[in-house]
């Protein structure tokens, strides 16, 4: 039956609307929909690329190589059906075996977090037999490796002993399969069967470790832990190994377009309530374009046997390549592109529309004259996208609505419909009688979240229509969102398209956490946190928290909730009216004219009125802020290096108030296509962050050191610097003669340097130079109103003095340590002193200091009798020389004016056992000091502790008598204000935690096949690729800081005070230290 012919049928037109009104028209398809099986499916749509994918998936299924292929870009202008076509690829995954991470990248904020959530709520979706991905792979193994084989469902009902045994049987069997990656992701095993198990509390372990909370000291204990948390891309490189055991895995990355976007457009100035410049928020878009970037490099080197999808518009592709280094294509195959409907095809433009009418059709037992009723055979002759078809569709119903009768339609029209007008005072009487019936109490109960959805999602319509969006802005809602373990990290986003402006997008994100156990609402917030992606500096992002209760107890969340408010996050506490309006909006939604109305009367914008500093009156005044009158954005292209740590022009640094503390700590020029580029700053408050400088002999590291020891110097930051070599010690000798490549601007420098600087040189353990006496014991007094640091003061004591009383591995020692660490307990809270007064505390141990431990009398008397023997032979507890004091070491009250550098050289302590002895008790009376003196607000850098040959304090492998005090202060200097600075030849051979601590990442030329492994991990995991670090010339270096992703080359300067070629002799040292005595 032809179009022509319908008009001699008798359309019954109740039925074709009530018909019409069923049918789905919905052109986006929602991320979480992917996990289903694919509704409406037109096969001949860009037929190519499918098969292409699917000819790629097979061959690699049959491939024996655990090596991950190149990646296949998937190209498309918006509603070409890229996130469809990835729905098909993930059944055709599971028809396959073959295992499917979808990662959400809608609001990534740091790559690697975000693909961990992707490969974790991917590892707990189901497949089409109910068992999820995690459990199958799970199941693979356990019928392999336990010795009474149990499937993974049997096994998630095991109590926490069942449990242990069943990983210790796993871990053996995959140590005999495959000893390096076992011993390497043995905790990502310990994680993932945990992860798998039914009991709330351990699964939020193993869920917890994987999104990198970390787990306890005592849990880590426990269940074996050898970490209690790693990097995010050491993570992922885990699971990725976990799902090649059960084969091939393809991941698949979606939604990177709107971050992508936003780096290339520069909104107007002229928006309200900017708090910051849309310069930086630029700015701050490009950091995370150039983390993706760099990750996307990094992904294919960490993964297992996966093929890597790219699913994005042409145009992210585009920023991609021209972001990234230059081997970013080299890692991928030529893009695959999605093309419109074929106009001269109406078949396949038909297979998109008819199949969602026929369902609806069949559903109310309506007959229509042809199949694509009401949509003629011309109205498919349009060559546009599948969601652009959809879109006309869903128009022409809602007219046919509107107007009580369905019309046929040919080509589409563009006449604007006028509505009638709202019945405002009908729908007014309705909304006040709904307020007072509804039923508001189950929405302020504890632990109610997934309750909340729905409100939620309304609010977001309710806010778009309220506003009356103009035309050149598009909206969407979102309320399918990937999770995990039965919970969504957000319930709705609000998605605002700025058609005119690149579009690109502002998002709105909501999601109510009830929680009341305290690891229950971490997790949920640090989820929530991670798939919002917000940022103080990414102002297009909001994050709302709904919370009716106050929040669980316990440091952590405290931590975790103050870093969501720092990062912009609204907490919304709706009051019982807010909810009661809410919920009366969503009654009246279906209402006819209720959008008019709600446009009209305003309700949302009169609760804000009544309560300004409500949640609700701030995520509307975010939303205000994203709609200015008049939108005029401009675009700007994509290009390398267009951004630096702080804003510099004309090739000098800002000098705003002529405040040496604004332009930042100059560390060098970026270095671009062989020539050097624009200066670069690294920001003063980045310096109590920490910093690390990876790099090899003859790199250029000892003169980056102290040029950065001098630049803090010269903004009146003082420093500490261990000089374990005799070549730090000449920071107080000016150059004999200018060296090659040295600028005015240094001349400069080096001569305010000198006239502004008091270089001191003190020699421990060497009392013909300038000695120092330490303190062995922390300053415990000074901590007592502070348990937790009290407790921290007490460890690191501990850790020093058990290498003197206790250092073997007897019984007799492990029970001297017990004694030893009940004993300084009790002294530190009761009567603390020196180390004198507690070796006699030790000698006359109170009973209630033992510990209960069988002869504790008699152990400590032994423990006493050592110390005091130590305190004889061991010259670095003599009383001789200065008293060990920060304050002096940083120059603090000194009635000269100038800015301190004590440089401590270790010459007097021959072995390396004193030097780290030395370093142990430094670092306990900086400890200890720090806290009683903490930075003021307008100096934000207290002093600097520099530690050059950091791999002898503080190794990769086995312990030191300073490592455990150098960590702990290393984790909290940067609350008092004091920043460290480490720096090592051999990156092998430095703890992983000191890189972790450090934010600020120097990577240097390396040449052994080690460290060269080691700096192009570091410095791919930061976004980089750093396969020149074996050539890079004398004084090159890749920087990484928190204001810069990925790493930039950068040629760094000489240092202002003399660089010898060979070190000091000891004579020389001396000489230097006689010079300047306090």
């Not at 359309?11 to 996990?35: C, G, S, Y």
């Not at 030329?1005 to 080690?1010: G, H, W």
């Amino acid at each position: 039956m032809t179009s022509k012919e319908s008009t001699s049928f008798s359309i019954n037109q109740q039925k074709a609307l009530e018909a019409l009104k069923e049918v789905d028209f919905d052109w986006t398809v929602h991320l979480r929909k992917i996990w289903q099986p694919p509704d409406f499916d037109v096969p001949e749509l860009n037929w190519d690329v499918r098969e292409q994918l699917f000819s790629r998936l097979e061959k690699l299924i049959q491939s024996p190589q655990m090596e991950t292929p190149f990646g296949i870009p998937v190209l498309g202008d918006g509603g070409s059906g890229k996130t469809h076509l990835l729905r098909v690829l993930r059944q055709r995954c599971f028809e396959k075996g073959v295992g499917f991470v979808l990662v959400d990248m809608t609001d990534v904020k740091d790559f690697w977090e975000t693909v961990i959530q992707g490969y974790l709520t991917s590892l707990l979706q189901e497949e089409p037999d109910g068992t999820s991905q995690l459990q199958k792979i799970l199941d693979l193994v356990f019928l392999r490796a336990l010795s009474t084989p149990k499937q993974a469902k049997e096994i998630a009902s095991f109590s926490h002993e069942s449990l242990l045994d069943v990983i210790r049987q796993t871990l053996q069997w995959l140590f005999t399969q495959d000893r390096k990656h076992t011993i390497k992701y043995q905790d990502c095993v310990r994680a993932a069967i945990l992860a798998n198990s039914n009991d709330f509390s351990l699964a939020s372990i193993g869920t917890s470790w994987i999104q990198g909370l970390g787990v306890e000291s005592e849990v880590a204990r426990q269940f074996g832990f050898t970490n209690a948390s790693l990097n995010p891309s050491q993570v992922v490189a885990g699971l990725s190994w976990l799902m090649s055991l059960r084969g091939l895995t393809v991941v698949a990355l979606d939604q990177l377009d709107p971050i992508l976007v936003q780096s290339q457009t520069s909104p107007s100035p002229s928006s309200s309530l900017q708090e910051l410049s849309p310069e930086t928020e630029r700015e701050a878009s490009q950091n995370i374009t150039h983390n993706i970037a760099g990750g996307l490099i990094g992904l294919r080197d960490c993964l297992s046997r996966s093929l890597v999808i790219i699913s994005c518009l042409n145009q992210s592709w585009e920023i991609l390549t021209k972001t990234a280094v230059q081997t970013f294509t080299g890692r991928f195959e030529p893009p695959l592109t999605l093309r419109p409907l074929p106009r001269d095809s109406v078949a396949v433009a038909e297979g998109v529309v008819v199949p969602r009418l026929q369902a609806a059709y069949h559903k109310v037992g309506f007959i229509p004259p042809y199949p694509s009723y009401p949509f003629k055979p011309e109205f498919f002759q349009q060559s546009i996208y599948p969601r652009q078809l959809l879109q006309k569709c869903h128009e022409h119903r809602e007219q046919c609505l509107r107007e009580g009768r369905v019309t046929e339609l040919g080509v589409p029209s563009s006449a604007p419909i006028t509505p009638s007008p709202p019945p405002l005072k009908e729908l007014d009487r309705i909304f006040e009688e709904a307020k007072q019936k509804v039923d508001i109490s189950p929405y302020l109960q504890e632990n109610e979240n997934e309750i909340w959805k729905e409100p939620l999602a309304s609010l977001c319509k309710f806010l778009v229509s309220q506003e009356k969006l103009p035309a050149s802005i598009g909206s969407q809602v979102e309320t399918d969102f990937p999770g995990s373990r039965g919970f969504s990290p957000l319930h709705s986003r609000l998605r605002l398209i700025f058609y005119e402006a690149n579009e690109r997008e502002r998002h709105l994100c909501f999601t109510a956490i009830q929680s009341t156990n305290p690891r229950s609402f971490q997790t949920r917030l640090v989820a929530a946190r991670t798939a919002a992606g917000i940022d103080a500096a990414l102002r297009f992002r909001k994050l709302v928290v709904v919370r009716t209760t106050s929040l669980p107890g316990g440091e952590r969340t405290q931590k975790l909730w103050q870093k969501f408010l720092e990062e912009g996050g609204i907490h919304w506490r709706p009051s019982e009216r807010e909810i009661r309006v809410l919920l009366a909006l969503e009654q009246l939604q279906s209402r006819p004219g209720f959008t008019d109305w709600l446009a009209e009367r305003q309700p949302l914008a009169q609760l804000a009125a009544a309560e300004p500093d409500s949640g609700l009156a701030k995520l509307l005044a975010w939303l205000k802020e994203g709609i200015p009158a008049q939108e005029t954005p401009k675009v700007e292209p994509a290009k390398k290096g267009d951004f630096s740590l702080s804003r510099v022009e004309n090739g000098k640094a800002p000098q705003a108030k002529q405040d040496l503390h604004l332009t930042g700590l100059f560390v060098g020029r970026r270095w671009i296509a062989n020539r050097e580029g624009e200066p670069v700053f690294l920001p003063i408050e980045e310096l109590v962050r920490h910093t690390v400088i990876l790099a090899g002999s003859g790199s250029g590291k000892t003169v980056l050191l102290r040029r950065m020891v001098e630049e803090a110097a010269l903004q009146g930051i003082p420093s500490i610097v261990i000089d374990a070599a005799n070549d730090l010690a000449r920071l107080g000798d000016p150059w004999p003669a200018a060296p090659e490549g040295w600028t005015e601007e240094d001349q400069a420098k080096a001569e305010r340097y000198f006239a502004q600087t008091e270089v001191v040189v003190w020699t421990p353990g060497l009392a013909a130079g300038n000695p120092l006496t330490l303190a062995p014991l922390p300053d415990f007094a000074a901590l007592a109103g502070d348990p937790e640091e009290l407790e921290q003061a007490v460890d690191m004591a501990w850790g020093a003095l058990q290498e003197i009383v206790a250092p073997g591995k007897t019984v007799s020692d492990e029970l001297k340590r017990g004694v030893l660490k009940a004993a300084l307990k009790y002294f530190a809270t009761h009567q603390p002193g020196s180390l004198a007064d507690f070796a006699e505390f030790l000698a006359d141990l109170p009973p209630e200091a033992g510990a209960g431990i069988s002869k504790a009398p008699q152990l400590a008397l032994q423990m006493a009798n050592l110390l005091k023997a130590a305190m004889v032979n061991n010259k670095l507890l003599h009383q001789q020389g200065m008293a060990l004091d920060p304050a002096i070491l940083l120059g603090l009250g000194s009635d000269y004016g100038k800015t301190r550098v004590s440089v401590v050289n270790l010459v007097g302590l021959p072995t390396l056992g004193e030097q780290q002895q030395f370093l142990n008790q430094l670092a306990m009376a900086l400890f200890t000091w720090i806290k009683k003196n903490p930075a003021p607000p307008e100096a934000p850098v207290r002093g600097l502790l520099v530690i050059d040959e950091a791999k002898d304090f503080v190794p990769s492998q086995g312990t030191t008598p300073c490592k455990q005090s150098l960590l702990r202060l290393a984790a909290q200097a940067r609350k008092y204000g004091l920043g460290l600075i480490f720096a090592t030849q051999a990156p092998k051979s430095i703890d992983h935690n000191v890189i972790a601590n450090c934010s600020t990442q120097f990577f240097g030329r390396v040449t052994s096949p080690a460290a060269i492994e080691v700096v192009r991990e570091q410095i791919a995991q930061r976004g980089g690729s750093g396969e020149d670090v074996a050539v890079l010339k004398v004084g090159q270096f890749y920087l990484s800081s928190q204001q810069l992703h990925p790493p930039c080359k950068i040629q760094t300067p000489w240092c202002l005070s003399f660089h010898a070629p060979t070190p000091l002799s000891e004579a020389e040292v001396i000489q230097r230290s006689q010079a300047v005595k306090l």
